[in-house]
């Protein structure tokens, strides 16, 4: 079986494109034999690319010298070009813009085209204005005409988007965790950012957009270290275009020495292990990869009661949900896991044995994999 994956990643491998990349290390384990054309990335992301390498995918770099239309009319001819000289059974695309750009071409060669799905666009513009959404609606009813078969990443997406399609041609495949990068053994950062040993250390890994709820983080995280004097350090690694907002807040707050604001971080696991607890406050997030990502270290995992997040976090037993935007009850439960550090070692196994079960890159890639042999049989 031949499968081809296609990545825009000159600005880098983000969000959407990491579940695929962990994907196809899974179907390199099972013996698919994968075809990836990729423009060239940002240095600090060339590592995903040596992944790849090293797991013995077929990999077809492009310059990343242009941009605009030109960018993806260069993507659009060499993955075409590989389609066409390699006798590829299944196209795996994992944005719509990609499905839109590359579907009808795809669909003239009688090829077998798979999208995975990480948001619902409509939902995604539904608090903007009218034409916004309009173009979004067209954009997206032009665009799902050409996947065979398209996979949520949870089933609560695929409840989501059935909310405003008739799509009959779904099927929820959960985002794949890198489980071998994420295994250790791992570094002491708490010396390099001034981290006491006796410090409980909360981490978050997002985007610093409104949608990510980080307010919401920062209240609770200063309710909890003022009403208990608990030494804690708060660390945040993200970027966006809410990074003033945070750090005037958390000065409003008068605890900006309690908090680390860090952009990019190449060792996530290093972060991940130092941690004490690893916390999602999002108000929207169909599936939720850093969190599957911390379990995966081992850390119990507090997420907001939403969307897919509540598809890796069994409530109670890998760790726990908190009513989305209430960070008082957030702030309860950062108490809890402070005085109980059993409790925090019980779910952090329970968390790991889960993400090892359900999302490492094989038992996804299996899952994918059936999908792929129905559709060429």
Known sequence: ????????????????????????????????????????????????????????????????????????????????????????????????????????????????????????????????????????????????????????????????????NEIKNLQVVHNAIDIEKLDGPYNNIRKKHNIDSREFVILTISRLAEVKGLDVLINAFSIFIKNQQIPSKLIIIGKGELKNNLVNLAKKLDISQNIIFLEFVSNLGDYISNSDVFVMTSNYEPFGMTAAEAGAVGKPVIVSKIGGLIEIIEDGKSGFHFETGNYEDLSIIFKKLFQNHKLREELGINIKNRVSEKFSPKVIANEVVDIYSKLIK
């Open 1 to 164: 079986m031949k499968v081809l994956f296609v990545f825009p990643s000159k600005n880098g491998f983000t969000g959407a494109a990491l579940s695929p990349l962990h994907l196809i290390l899974g179907l390199l384990q099972i013996n698919v034999e994968v075809y990836v054309v990729l423009t060239e990335p940002p240095s600090n992301h060339r590592v995903f690319v040596d992944r790849l390498i090293d797991n013995k995918a077929k990999l077809f770099i492009i310059p990343s010298d242009k941009s605009g239309l030109k960018y993806w009319k260069e993507l659009k001819k060499k993955a075409l070009e590989i389609l066409d000289e390699n006798e590829i059974d299944i196209v795996h695309l994992h944005l719509p813009k990609l499905v839109h750009f590359l579907g009808k071409d795809i669909k003239k060669r009688n090829k077998k085209l798979v999208m995975t799905l990480s948001g619902d666009p409509i939902f995604e513009v539904s608090s903007l204005g009218f034409f916004t959404k309009l173009k979004t609606k067209q954009f997206w009813n032009s665009t799902i005409k050409y996947p065979d078969i398209i996979c949520p990443v949870s089933n609560w997406l695929s409840n989501q988007i059935q909310k405003n």
